[in-house]
């Protein structure tokens, strides 16, 4: 399980930086920083956002904190399902980045590539936690 641990917290560690980022962006000016503006795509007001952000960063933590200490009992259906919920969430942000570097360029949400890069992050917990399940279970 320890494999699955480590990949589990780097995740964690990619979205908390996400989250610290956005509103490290509105004060910081660093030139490989993107803008404020880049951070989401408009569909949840920021306050929101951040809210359900947090919600989130608390669950991967929780999770992988489990899986680090062995407290998960594997469901070989749980993973099948996750694995599912998992490919379906990364193949929409793929979709997402190609119709946003092209023909819906112009669509805030479509074009906003830095949030649809960390969800694909989220695909990959979801996926990576997914196939813990279905190989353990």
Same mark, same amino acid.
């Given at each position: 399980?320890? #494999?699955?641990?480590? +990949?589990?917290?780097? =995740?964690?560690?990619?979205?908390?930086?996400?989250?610290?980022?956005?509103?490290?962006?509105?004060?910081?000016? &660093?030139?490989?920083? #993107?803008? &404020?503006?880049?951070?989401?795509?408009?569909?949840? #007001?920021?306050?929101? +956002?951040?809210?359900?952000?947090? &919600?989130?960063?608390?669950?991967?933590?929780?999770?992988?904190?489990?899986?680090?200490?062995?407290?998960?009992?594997?469901?070989?259906?749980?993973?099948? &399902?996750?694995?599912?919920?998992?490919?379906?969430?990364?193949?929409?942000?793929?979709?997402?980045?190609? +119709?946003?570097?092209?023909?819906?360029?112009?669509?805030?949400?479509?074009?906003?590539?830095?949030?649809?890069?960390?969800?694909?992050?989220?695909?990959?917990? =979801?996926?990576?936690?997914?196939?813990?399940?279905?190989?353990?279970?």
């Amino acid at each position: 399980m320890r #494999p699955y641990a480590q +990949l589990l917290w780097a =995740l964690t560690a990619l979205f908390a930086i996400r989250v610290i980022s956005q509103p490290l962006a509105l004060v910081i000016d &660093f030139k490989w920083l #993107p803008r &404020f503006e880049s951070w989401h795509s408009g569909v949840l #007001p920021y306050p929101l +956002l951040v809210a359900a952000q947090l &919600f989130i960063l608390a669950w991967l933590a929780i999770i992988a904190h489990r899986v680090s200490h062995n407290t998960v009992k594997p469901n070989r259906t749980s993973g099948r &399902f996750l694995m599912a919920i998992g490919a379906v969430y990364a193949a929409t942000m793929v979709t997402r980045l190609v +119709l946003g570097a092209t023909v819906l360029r112009d669509d805030r949400w479509f074009a906003s590539p830095v949030p649809t890069i960390f969800h694909l992050g989220l695909a990959s917990y =979801l996926f990576t936690f997914g196939h813990l399940h279905a190989r353990h279970g």
